[in-house]
């Protein structure tokens, strides 16, 4: 009496027809796997580059909130020196909270690009919450100080340099 397979796939009309041509091909030479939703991978990310993204997506999205009150304050008729100042302002404050996103995604998935910009960011971040914080609003400055600061010293922790080290993988331009 035969037994039957233990691992399903084994059936002979489930192999796949390209297992025979990696049949006692070392790793190297295999072509590689689609990990982008693989458990494992999402496993070896550390905590710190969790922490770094949350912290900008905060960020992008009190950005969000801001051009959404500043939108509304606009077309509310509240006084303006420029009107097109203003909506360049508005423009901004929308392309920096998208720009912001973006950083925390791709800092996400490992790219090394956003490193730079989510330091940038928390640079810019340290130079509004230090007069807020000794202009009469502590309380606001240390909410933009204290993340700040934590992800500052997150970007340089060789956990998160070593996460964060994927190429966008397009071909030099030169």
Do not use: H
Request: glycine share 8%.
């Amino acid at each position: 009496m035969s037994r039957p397979p233990e691992n399903p796939e084994d059936l002979p009309g489930n192999r796949d027809d390209d297992a025979d041509d990696f049949a006692g091909k070392n790793s190297a030479e295999l072509p590689p796997r689609n990990t982008a939703g693989d458990p494992a991978t999402t496993a070896q990310r550390p905590r710190a580059v969790v922490v770094i993204a949350a912290v900008v997506a905060l960020e992008a999205a009190a950005l969000l909130v801001a051009a959404g009150w500043y939108c509304t304050q606009l077309l509310t008729g509240a006084p303006v020196l420029s009107f097109w100042g203003a909506v360049f302002t508005l423009g901004l404050l929308l392309a920096f909270s998208v720009w912001l996103f973006a950083v925390a995604r791709f800092l996400m998935r490992g790219f090394r690009w956003p490193r730079a910009g989510a330091l940038v960011a928390q640079l810019f971040v340290l130079t509004i919450g230090f007069p807020t914080l000794t202009g009469g609003f502590p309380v606001a400055g240390l909410a933009m100080l204290v993340p700040a600061l934590a992800a500052i010293v997150l970007l340089f922790d060789k956990r998160v340099i070593a996460f964060a080290s994927r190429a966008a993988g397009t071909p030099p331009a030169l």
